[in-house]
């Protein structure tokens, strides 16, 4: 895996970023988005989603609902880990049956949930750095990560770290 840093500074940048990094998606993707209570996970995959094609205001945040289906330019599933005990809960969800499969998963809280998740995955750290600063990180295997820098410049400063 290789990963990009970058630094929004308000909710607008951090929107931008998810439209561009939709760009770099294809069917298939797991994305795995981490980071504290109010980091900004929700209003991340929903610029996520809202790339793919999907009606940004039906994406809400799935902590009651757990997996939540969009129809956009291919099939986008949004779950939250938040609630569940165990990974054996996700995958009763029907989990497993979607990591993978013709669509693109957005995960929020995939730390909890990260043993069963694809190596294979593009991984999105968010820390809070200030109110209304974020650093993310973007984790991508090797062979992407031309594209996902291509794809995401213009998005802050950015810098590759091997890893
Ligand atoms: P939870 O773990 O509770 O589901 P979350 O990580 O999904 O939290 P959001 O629900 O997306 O977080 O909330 C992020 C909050 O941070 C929003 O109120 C948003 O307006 C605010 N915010 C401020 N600055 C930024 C920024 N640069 N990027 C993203 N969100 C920001
Ligand atoms: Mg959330």
Redesign the pocket.
């Known amino acids: 895996m290789e990963t990009l840093i970058l630094e929004?500074?308000?909710?607008a940048?951090?929107q931008l970023f998810g439209a561009r990094l939709s760009a770099a998606l294809c069917s298939g993707d797991v994305v795995a988005l981490i980071?504290?209570?109010?980091?900004?996970?929700?209003?991340?995959a929903q610029a996520i989603a809202g790339g793919l094609g999907v009606d940004p205001e039906i994406v809400t945040?799935p902590?009651f609902v757990l997996i939540q289906e969009y129809e956009g330019s291919v099939p986008v599933f949004h779950m939250?880990a938040?609630r569940l005990n165990d990974t054996d809960e996700f995958l009763e969800l029907g989990a497993d049956e979607l990591l993978g499969a013709d669509n693109i998963c957005l995960i929020?809280?995939a730390d909890r949930v990260a043993d069963v998740l694809p190596r294979k995955q593009i991984c999105i750290e968010?820390e809070s750095t200030s109110?209304?600063?974020?650093r993310i990180l973007v984790s991508v295997p090797q062979p992407r990560i031309r594209e996902f820098q291509q794809k995401l410049s213009g998005s802050g400063e950015s810098k590759t770290v091997d890893g």
């Open positions: 929004t500074h308000s909710l940048e951090t980071g504290n209570l109010g980091a900004g996970k929700t209003h991340l945040s902590t939250d938040y929020e809280w968010i109110e209304t600063s974020r």
